[in-house]
C-alpha cells in the first residue's frame, strides 16, 4: 500500500505485496497482498495497524513523509501477530513513549511477542479515545478472534476494521475507486471470509449489527484494499456469507482401496436414510480438503472410515482431513474401518477427531477386510448411537 490520503486526517501508510502468494499455511493468496497501516493526523497522533517485519522499512518511510515519527502519541492494533515482532520493536526503539492500544487479550499476546516493557492501554468495547477533534471507538471482536478489534473514527466516517473486511488482494491503487480487477476482488473476500470467519459467521454477523447504526463512508482492514465505493456492496456480501447454510444432517467420510470400508461407509449411509437423516457420502480418496472440511463444519452428525495401509492412513486421508479444525469441539462422531492384520487406520481416526474436541461415541467399528452382515449391523449400532446419544 503506498502512501496516499484516504480522508481528512487519515492516510494510509502500509506496504504492498504482490509476490506473496501464501499466508499463514492456511490461505492462498493468488493475487499478492497489502499490510495496511494507517497514520490519524490530530494534536494528538496515531497510527493504526502494523506492517509485518520484512516491510518495516517502507513503513517508516512512508509514515515519515506524513509524520514526526519519533513522537508518534497511539499504535492502535486491531490485529496482533507473531509476524509484527519485528516492526513493532523497532517502532518503539524510534518512537519510545508512544502507547500501544489493544484489547485485553491483544495485551497477553503482546507481551510474548514484544517480551520486553511497553507502553500500553486496555480498551473495552465502546470505550472511546479522544486524539484533539477526532475521536475514536473500539468495538471488540467478541468470539470472533479473541484479540480482534476495530476502531472507528466518528469525524471522518472511517472504520478501521482489522481482519474484517480484509482481503489478500493487491492493485496498484489503495483504495477501490479505480478499481481493476472487480470480479477477483469480490472472489478473494469470499475466500477471506471463508478462510478465518465461516467457523464464527454468528459472531461475525452480531459484529454487522453493532457496526449498522455507524455511518462508515470507508472502511480501511488490515490487508488489502480500502473500501470506498463499494461500502454497501461489501457489508452486504459479509451478510450473505454469514447466513446459515442447509446442513446436510450427517456426513460419512471414507477412504477405500479394495471396496471392504466402502461397504461399511454404504451401510452407515443406509442406516441414516433409514432414520431419514439427509446425509452426504464424501470418498475422502477424490474430495478436496476444503469439501471434507465444509461437510464436517455443517454435519450434525460424522462417521469416518478408512482402510489401513502399512500401519498408517493412506496419506490421501490426512490430506483430506487436513483442513478440518478444532472450533466445532463437540460434535460427536464414530471411527471405521477395515483392515488386514494391524488395524491402526480407524484408530487413527477416532484419535485425531477426538483431539480436535469432538466427541467419539462408541469404540472404532473395524471388520477383517470384507465386512459380515454382523459387522454391517455393527456401523448401524454405531449410527443409532450417535443419533441417541
Ligand atoms: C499396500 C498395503 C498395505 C497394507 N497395510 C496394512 C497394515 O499395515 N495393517 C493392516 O491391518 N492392514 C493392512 N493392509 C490391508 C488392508 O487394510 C485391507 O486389505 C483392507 O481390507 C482394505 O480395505 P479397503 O477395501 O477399504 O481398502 C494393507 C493393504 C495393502 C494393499
Same mark, same amino acid.
Given at each position: 500500500?503506498?502512501?496516499?490520503?484516504?480522508?481528512?486526517?487519515?492516510?494510509?501508510?502500509?506496504?504492498?505485496?504482490?509476490?506473496?502468494?501464501?499466508?499463514?499455511?492456511?490461505?492462498?493468496?493468488?493475487?499478492?497482498?497489502?499490510?495496511?497501516?494507517?497514520?490519524?493526523?490530530?494534536?494528538?497522533?496515531?497510527?493504526?495497524?502494523?506492517?509485518?517485519?520484512?516491510?518495516?522499512?517502507?513503513?517508516?518511510?512512508?509514515?515519515?513523509?506524513?509524520?514526526?515519527?519519533?513522537?508518534?502519541?497511539?499504535?492502535?492494533?486491531?490485529?496482533?501477530?507473531?509476524?509484527?515482532?519485528?516492526?513493532?520493536?523497532?517502532?518503539?526503539?524510534?518512537?519510545?513513549?508512544?502507547?500501544?492500544?489493544?484489547?485485553?487479550?491483544?495485551?497477553?499476546?503482546?507481551?510474548?511477542?514484544?517480551?520486553?516493557?511497553?507502553?500500553? $492501554? %486496555? =480498551?473495552?468495547?465502546?470505550?472511546? +479515545?479522544?486524539?484533539?477533534?477526532?475521536?475514536?471507538?473500539? !468495538? &471488540?471482536?467478541?468470539?470472533?478472534?479473541?484479540?480482534?478489534?476495530?476502531?472507528?473514527?466518528?469525524?471522518?466516517?472511517?472504520?478501521?476494521?482489522?481482519?474484517?473486511?480484509?482481503?489478500?488482494?493487491?492493485?496498484?491503487?489503495?483504495?477501490?475507486?479505480?478499481?481493476?480487477?472487480?470480479?477477483?476482488?469480490?472472489?478473494?473476500?469470499?475466500?477471506?471470509?471463508?478462510?478465518?470467519?465461516?467457523?464464527?459467521?454468528?459472531?461475525?454477523?452480531?459484529?454487522?449489527?453493532?457496526?449498522?447504526?455507524?455511518?462508515?463512508?470507508?472502511?480501511?482492514?488490515?490487508?488489502?484494499?480500502?473500501?470506498?465505493?463499494?461500502?454497501? $456492496? %461489501? =457489508?452486504?456480501?459479509?451478510?450473505? +456469507?454469514?447466513?446459515?447454510?442447509?446442513?446436510?444432517?450427517? !456426513? &460419512?467420510?471414507?477412504?477405500?482401496?479394495?471396496?471392504?470400508?466402502?461397504?461399511?461407509?454404504?451401510?452407515?449411509?443406509?442406516?441414516?436414510?433409514?432414520?431419514?437423516?439427509?446425509?452426504?457420502?464424501?470418498?475422502?480418496?477424490?474430495?478436496?480438503?476444503?469439501?471434507?472440511?465444509?461437510?464436517?463444519?455443517?454435519?450434525?452428525?460424522?462417521?469416518?472410515?478408512?482402510?489401513?495401509?502399512?500401519?498408517?492412513?493412506?496419506?490421501?486421508?490426512?490430506?483430506?482431513?487436513?483442513?478440518?479444525?478444532?472450533?466445532?469441539?463437540?460434535?460427536?462422531?464414530?471411527?471405521?474401518?477395515?483392515?488386514?492384520?494391524?488395524?491402526?487406520?480407524?484408530?487413527?481416526?477416532?484419535?485425531?477427531?477426538?483431539?480436535?474436541?469432538?466427541?467419539?461415541?462408541?469404540?472404532?467399528?473395524?471388520?477383517?477386510?470384507?465386512?459380515?452382515?454382523?459387522?454391517?449391523?455393527?456401523?448401524?449400532?454405531?449410527?443409532?448411537?450417535?443419533?441417541?446419544?
Amino acid at each position: 500500500m503506498s502512501l496516499m490520503r484516504i480522508s481528512n486526517n487519515v492516510y494510509s501508510v502500509g506496504v504492498m505485496a504482490p509476490l506473496v502468494r501464501k499466508e499463514e499455511l492456511i490461505k492462498a493468496c493468488p493475487y499478492g497482498t497489502s499490510y495496511n497501516s494507517y497514520f490519524i493526523d490530530d494534536r494528538k497522533t496515531a497510527v493504526i495497524d502494523m506492517v509485518y517485519g520484512e516491510y518495516f522499512d517502507d513503513f517508516l518511510y512512508n509514515l515519515g513523509l506524513v509524520a514526526d515519527i519519533g513522537a508518534v502519541d497511539y499504535l492502535i492494533l486491531n490485529r496482533i501477530r507473531p509476524q509484527h515482532s519485528e516492526s513493532l520493536k523497532r517502532f518503539l526503539e524510534v518512537s519510545p513513549k508512544t502507547v500501544i492500544v489493544c484489547s485485553a487479550l491483544a495485551k497477553d499476546l503482546l507481551d510474548n511477542i514484544i517480551n520486553k516493557p511497553y507502553n500500553c $492501554v %486496555v =480498551v473495552n468495547n465502546g470505550d472511546k +479515545l479522544k486524539l484533539g477533534v477526532s475521536v475514536l471507538e473500539f !468495538v &471488540v471482536q467478541e468470539g470472533i478472534a479473541p484479540d480482534a478489534m476495530c476502531t472507528y473514527f466518528e469525524n471522518d466516517c472511517v472504520l478501521f476494521s482489522g481482519n474484517i473486511f480484509s482481503t489478500d488482494f493487491c492493485e496498484p491503487k489503495v483504495t477501490d475507486q479505480e478499481l481493476i480487477f472487480e470480479k477477483e476482488f469480490m472472489t478473494e473476500l469470499s475466500d477471506y471470509y471463508s478462510c478465518y470467519f465461516s467457523h464464527c459467521k454468528g459472531a461475525v454477523n452480531g459484529l454487522l449489527e453493532s457496526l449498522a447504526q455507524k455511518q462508515i463512508y470507508y472502511i480501511a482492514p488490515a490487508k488489502g484494499v480500502v473500501v470506498a465505493d463499494r461500502v454497501d $456492496v %461489501v =457489508v452486504e456480501k459479509y451478510k450473505s +456469507l454469514g447466513k446459515a447454510e442447509n446442513t446436510p444432517g450427517a !456426513v &460419512v467420510l471414507y477412504a477405500s482401496a479394495s471396496g471392504c470400508t466402502e461397504a461399511l461407509a454404504k451401510g452407515a449411509k443406509e442406516a441414516f436414510d433409514e432414520k431419514n437423516i439427509k446425509t452426504l457420502l464424501l470418498d475422502m480418496s477424490v474430495s478436496t480438503a476444503a469439501e471434507c472440511k465444509k461437510a464436517v463444519d455443517t454435519a450434525d452428525y460424522i462417521a469416518v472410515g478408512s482402510c489401513t495401509v502399512h500401519n498408517n492412513l493412506p496419506a490421501c486421508v490426512w490430506n483430506a482431513l487436513s483442513e478440518i479444525n478444532g472450533v466445532h469441539s463437540g460434535k460427536r462422531f464414530f471411527a471405521f474401518g477395515s483392515y488386514g492384520w494391524s488395524g491402526e487406520g480407524a484408530d487413527l481416526l477416532n484419535d485425531k477427531f477426538a483431539k480436535l474436541g469432538m466427541t467419539s461415541v462408541c469404540n472404532p467399528v473395524k471388520c477383517r477386510m470384507v465386512p459380515t452382515q454382523t459387522e454391517l449391523n455393527s456401523i448401524k449400532q454405531a449410527v443409532d448411537e450417535l443419533l441417541n446419544t
